[in-house]
C-alpha cells in the first residue's frame, strides 16, 4: 500500500525583495504561519525524510496524518522567518543546503530569481539543527546534475555531504536534486553517498518504496491558497494531476 506524506516544498518565507524576478518563491509571513496553523488544526504532525524513510522501507511504523515540511536552497529567512512559526507547533522541517554557497548572498546561474539572497552561515545551520530541525544536501554549487559526468555528479553530492557533515558535527540522511533534476545515475549516487531518501519535483503526495529516492512534494508558491492547498493534502491530488497530465 502506497504511504500518504505530504512532503511540502518551500523556497522563502517572507516578502520578495525588490526587482525579484520570481516571486512565486515567496511565501509572505502571514500565509505561511496560516498554512501551519491548519496543518495542526488538522492533526497533523511533521516528520523528517529519516524516518519517512523507515517507514517506507518497512523498518518503522506508519502513522496517520504525519507530514514533511521542506526548504530549498538553504536561504536565511528559514532561520529568521520560518523556524519560529513551525516551532509554535512542535513542527520541524528539513532545510537543503548547498555547501559551496553557505553564508553568501546567491543567485543561481539558472534560477528564474536574479537578486542575490543571503543563505545560512554554518553557525544558522547549527543552531537550527540544535533547534530539532534538519539539513539535508543540494549539492555543492546547485548544479543541473544532467548536464555532468558521472564522475562529477558523484563529486557534487559527496563533497557537498562531507562538508555539511563536517561543520554541523553530525550526520545527515537527505538529499534534494537541484532543478528536481532526478535521474537513475543521480539517484544511484545519493543512495552511495549514504542518503537514506531523496526529494524531486515530481508532484504527488503518496510514496511506494521504490520511490525513496525521487520522493514527491507539493509546491508551495506565494500564490496558493488554502482550499488548494488542502486539495493537494488528500487523496484526491493523484486525480487532479493525472487530470492535467502531469
Ligand atoms: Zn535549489
Redesign the pocket.
Not at 536552497?73 to 559551496?100: K, Q, Y
Not at 543561481?108 to 554554518?122: D, H, I, N, Q
Given at each position: 500500500m502506497k504511504l500518504h506524506a505530504p512532503i511540502l516544498m518551500y523556497?522563502h518565507v517572507g516578502d520578495p525583495p525588490p526587482g525579484s524576478t520570481n516571486p512565486a518563491l515567496y511565501v509572505p509571513e502571514k500565509k505561511f504561519a496560516g498554512q501551519m496553523e491548519m496543518m495542526a488544526a488538522g492533526g497533523w504532525s511533521t516528520m523528517g525524510l529519516g524516518e519517512l524513510a523507515g517507514i517506507l522501507s518497512g523498518r518503522a511504523h506508519r502513522s496517520r496524518r504525519r507530514f514533511v515540511v521542506t526548504f530549498?536552497?538553504g536561504f536565511a529567512d528559514g532561520l529568521s522567518a520560518a523556524a519560529p512559526i513551525l516551532e509554535r507547533h512542535g513542527f520541524a522541517a528539513t532545510f537543503?543546503v548547498?555547501s559551496g554557497a553557505a553564508g553568501r548572498k546567491i543567485a543561481?546561474e539558472r534560477?528564474k530569481e536574479t537578486v542575490p539572497c543571503p543563505t545560512l552561515a554554518w553557525k544558522q545551520m547549527r543552531e537550527l539543527a540544535a533547534r530539532g530541525h534538519s539539513i539535508g544536501g543540494?549539492t555543492r554549487s546547485?548544479v543541473r546534475l544532467g548536464d555532468l559526468s558521472p564522475d562529477r555528479v558523484r563529486e557534487e553530492i559527496v563533497s557537498d555531504k562531507r562538508a555539511i557533515e563536517e561543520n554541523l558535527g553530525a550526520g545527515i540522511d537527505s538529499f534534494?536534486y537541484?532543478?528536481g533534476d532526478y535521474s537513475p545515475e543521480a539517484a544511484a549516487a545519493a543512495r552511495e553517498a549514504g542518503y537514506l531518501a531523496a526529494v524531486s519535483n515530481r508532484r504527488g503526495n503518496r510514496h511506494e518504496p521504490q520511490d525513496l529516492y525521487c520522493l514527491r512534494r507539493i509546491t508551495v508558491f506565494r500564490s496558493l491558497g488554502a482550499a488548494r492547498l488542502n486539495l493537494r493534502l488528500g487523496l484526491l491530488y493523484h486525480v487532479e494531476h493525472a487530470l492535467r497530465g502531469d
Amino acid at each position: 500500500m502506497k504511504l500518504h506524506a505530504p512532503i511540502l516544498m518551500y523556497h522563502h518565507v517572507g516578502d520578495p525583495p525588490p526587482g525579484s524576478t520570481n516571486p512565486a518563491l515567496y511565501v509572505p509571513e502571514k500565509k505561511f504561519a496560516g498554512q501551519m496553523e491548519m496543518m495542526a488544526a488538522g492533526g497533523w504532525s511533521t516528520m523528517g525524510l529519516g524516518e519517512l524513510a523507515g517507514i517506507l522501507s518497512g523498518r518503522a511504523h506508519r502513522s496517520r496524518r504525519r507530514f514533511v515540511v521542506t526548504f530549498d536552497d538553504g536561504f536565511a529567512d528559514g532561520l529568521s522567518a520560518a523556524a519560529p512559526i513551525l516551532e509554535r507547533h512542535g513542527f520541524a522541517a528539513t532545510f537543503f543546503v548547498c555547501s559551496g554557497a553557505a553564508g553568501r548572498k546567491i543567485a543561481w546561474e539558472r534560477s528564474k530569481e536574479t537578486v542575490p539572497c543571503p543563505t545560512l552561515a554554518w553557525k544558522q545551520m547549527r543552531e537550527l539543527a540544535a533547534r530539532g530541525h534538519s539539513i539535508g544536501g543540494h549539492t555543492r554549487s546547485h548544479v543541473r546534475l544532467g548536464d555532468l559526468s558521472p564522475d562529477r555528479v558523484r563529486e557534487e553530492i559527496v563533497s557537498d555531504k562531507r562538508a555539511i557533515e563536517e561543520n554541523l558535527g553530525a550526520g545527515i540522511d537527505s538529499f534534494c536534486y537541484p532543478y528536481g533534476d532526478y535521474s537513475p545515475e543521480a539517484a544511484a549516487a545519493a543512495r552511495e553517498a549514504g542518503y537514506l531518501a531523496a526529494v524531486s519535483n515530481r508532484r504527488g503526495n503518496r510514496h511506494e518504496p521504490q520511490d525513496l529516492y525521487c520522493l514527491r512534494r507539493i509546491t508551495v508558491f506565494r500564490s496558493l491558497g488554502a482550499a488548494r492547498l488542502n486539495l493537494r493534502l488528500g487523496l484526491l491530488y493523484h486525480v487532479e494531476h493525472a487530470l492535467r497530465g502531469d
